[in-house]
């Protein structure tokens, strides 16, 4: 094999919003840096999810890493210089009925009282004059509203860290995946790209659904599993939604361009041959939210099937896993707008894509220095809600990469608490 290429201070390997924004902030500290991805910036979930900018109805474990992150998206644009569609218009999750409002209520009381969030409960009149286009035949008894919450393009705004990380000198491996992590003594050393060895004594994991397989080769067995998500794009509306709205089943955005961004909640979990790995790690998951994952045990068929694909995305980068979106769940999110919605809802849908999450089995991330491989730094299993902390976690990743302190206590969301069988 050829001998080493460069050496850099950090290496960063995943191109989405949580690599692209840790080489930004490495770069703005004077790391020389280099992001190595896969496919293109933004293929995976950063370019395919929903775009909410959400700290409601967050794992309370998370939440501080979300507040300090809508901090920066607060002033991202001026950051960045460039827009990225940020718009801070609140986001509103619909109670259907009262043990609906309950839980709402009770979420509401302790992000009020135990983190000093602006999260109201409104009731069903206030609910409808926030919401004027709300349908009065639906029965909604109220609803959680934070204000300070928003909404952004997904593939602008992973672009946007990455491209203000380019005009600071960060390096960049296109269309290549790293291989392996080097570790020897007890720390890193660099990683491998197919023949080629990129020296670097810090490294960060930001490899979305592709973590688990790199983290194992160094001994932490992260319970990282793969679900396939369905969003819609409708055509433009006139009509103005500047919140983001999650109804019974379905989250509801509103892009920049006056198109309709709609997901049902939950996904498709594509058996693979090793699906056993983790299985019993899922069980309480599963038992606690049946509706989430939907069991496909005709994945490794399907990939053999012709099917019909949607016309390519002008803003979504391909990527190389075969990612077939669910047209049925198109469907059910487009009924539950229109119901919701019936004088804005009445809009056909332009294009339907799937992106694959990289849950983990609490459904909170895993973020922070991996113990025993000293300069290894791990940022993965968002659970299907990373979009909105990425900026921070990238931040957090650049500050451990400098040494400095991470700014937001993480220890609740450490990889550590998964068991690790270090070598
Ligand atoms: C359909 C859908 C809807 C979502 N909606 C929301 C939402 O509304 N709000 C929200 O906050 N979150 C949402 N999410 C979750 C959010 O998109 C992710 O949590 C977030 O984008 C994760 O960012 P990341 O940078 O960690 O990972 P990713 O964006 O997945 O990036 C990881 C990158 O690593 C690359 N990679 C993998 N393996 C290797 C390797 N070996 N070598 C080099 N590169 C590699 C991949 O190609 C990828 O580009 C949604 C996700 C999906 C799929």
Redesign the pocket.
């Known amino acids: 094999m050829a001998g080493h290429v460069r050496t850099w201070d950090l290496i960063v ?8 924004a840790a080489a930004l902030y490495a770069a703005r500290m004077g790391m020389s840096c280099l992001i ?19 700290q409601q109805a967050r794992d309370f474990r998370e939440l501080p890493l979300m507040m300090a992150s809508m901090r920066i998206w607060e002033g991202i644009e001026a950051d960045l210089g460039r827009s990225v569609g940020w718009h801070q218009g609140g986001n509103i999750s619909l109670a259907m009925n009262e043990t609906g409002l309950a839980e709402r209520r009770e979420w509401q009381r302790r992000g009020r009282e135990e983190f000093g969030l602006d999260t109201r409960i409104l009731t069903a009149a206030e609910t409808f004059a926030i919401l004027p286009n709300l349908s009065r035949e639906r029965s909604v008894t109220g609803a959680m509203y934070t204000p300070s919450d928003g909404k952004a393009e ?1 593939a602008r705004a ?1 672009r946007a860290f990455f491209e203000a990380a380019l005009e600071l000198g960060v390096a960049v491996c296109l269309g ?4 392996l992590i080097e570790t020897g003594g007890g720390r890193t050393v660099g990683v491998w ?1 197919g023949g080629r060895f990129y020296r670097s004594d810090t490294v960060i994991c ?6 688990a ?2 983290l194992r080769s160094v001994g932490l067995d992260l319970p990282q599993e793969r ?5 819609a794009r409708t055509e433009r509306s006139q009509v103005l939604l500047p919140q ?1 709205v999650s109804g019974p089943s379905t ?1 509801i ?1 509103q892009d920049a361009n006056g198109a309709f961004l709609l ?1 049902v909640a939950g ?1 498709e979990y594509d058996v693979r041959f090793d699906s056993w790995r983790h299985m019993r790690k899922y069980a309480d998951a599963r038992r606690g939210n049946p509706e989430a994952a939907k069991i496909n045990y005709l994945a490794p068929l399907e990939r053999f099937w012709p099917r019909r694909v949607p016309a390519p995305l002008a803003d979504i980068p391909p ?2 896993d075969y990612l077939p979106p669910e047209t049925k769940r198109a469907q059910q999110a487009q009924e539950e707008f229109q119901a919701l919605f019936p004088d804005i809802g009445d809009v056909a849908l332009t294009t339907i894509w ?5 849950t983990l089995p609490d459904m909170i ?1 895993a973020l922070g220095p991996v113990t025993g491989v000293e300069g290894l730094l791990v ?2 299993g ?9 900026p921070m ?1 990238g931040m957090i990743m650049a500050n451990l990469a400098a040494g400095r302190p991470a700014s937001v206590d993480t220890r609740a969301i450490s990889p550590d608490r998964f068991q690790r069988a270090l070598n």
């Open positions: 390997i995943g191109g989405g919003i949580v690599g692209c190595i991805e896969r496919d293109m910036i933004g293929s995976a979930q950063s370019g395919r999810n929903l775009g909410f900018v959400r997904p992973t290549e995946a790293v291989r790209v930001a490899a979305g659904a592709g973590s397989a790199l679900i396939r998500a369905t969003v983001c989250g955005r997901s996904g990527s190389r799937a992106g694959v999450i990289d991330p940022a993965t968002f659970s299907g809600h990373g979009f909105g902390p990425g976690a």
